[in-house]
C-alpha cells in the first residue's frame, strides 16, 4: 500500500473528541484506508497526516465524506537513519 502525507489547513484549533475519532477509524476500516500518525504545527492551524491508502482520491474522497479539509496530498516514501547503515524500515515502504 502506497503512503500519503495529507497537509489540512485547520481554522484556528483542532477539535478531535472520542466520537469524532471513532467515527474517522471507522470510515478508514470501511475505504482501506490506514491513518499511521500526524504531526500539528507549533501555531495549531496545520496537521501533516500520514496515511497508507491505495491512491490519492481515496483520501478526497475521505475528507469530502468526512467534512475535513485536505489541502495537499502527496504520495512519500520512508527515508530513516537506519535504512542507510542497516536498510531496517519501520514501514516497509522504504524510499529507493
Not at 470501511?30 to 497508507?52: G, I, Q, V
Amino acid at each position: 500500500m502506497a503512503m500519503f502525507v495529507i497537509e489540512r489547513e485547520l481554522a484556528d484549533q483542532l477539535e478531535l473528541d472520542a466520537e469524532g475519532l471513532a467515527g474517522t477509524i471507522d470510515y478508514n476500516d470501511n475505504h482501506e484506508l490506514k491513518w499511521l500518525f500526524s504531526f500539528l504545527s507549533a501555531d495549531r492551524k496545520k496537521t501533516y497526516c500520514l496515511y497508507e491508502a491505495p491512491n490519492p482520491e481515496a483520501l478526497m474522497q475521505q475528507a469530502e465524506d468526512l467534512g475535513i479539509p485536505a489541502d495537499s496530498i502527496v504520495e512519500v516514501s520512508e527515508l530513516n537513519p537506519e535504512m542507510f547503515t542497516t536498510g531496517t524500515s519501520a514501514t516497509g515502504n522504504l524510499a529507493t
